[in-house]
């Protein structure tokens, strides 16, 4: 079936984190508290969008099987 992500928005939150992510990569000089604190908030909300879509996915399987 492939990865269905129901409309939220997963794909573009992958994206931002990988872009802060090379961002600081591509630099040099320290890494700030607030660098840190927006990836691992963008972190959280893909997690959380990870864990809505396997419950969806979840139920929609249920759904297919009765």
Sequence with gaps: MG???HG???VQLK??????????QNRS???SSWEL???AAIQQA???FEDVI???D????MEAAA
């Design 46 to 48: 893909i997690s959380a």
């Design 8 to 10: 939220l928005p997963l």
């Design 29 to 31: 000089g320290p890494v």
């Design 37 to 39: 604190m927006q990836i």
């Design 58 to 61: 979840a139920e929609l399987e």
């Design 15 to 24: 994206e931002q984190r990988r872009d802060l992510v090379v961002a600081l």
């Design 3 to 5: 990865l269905v992500d």
């Design 54 to 56: 396997a419950d969806l």
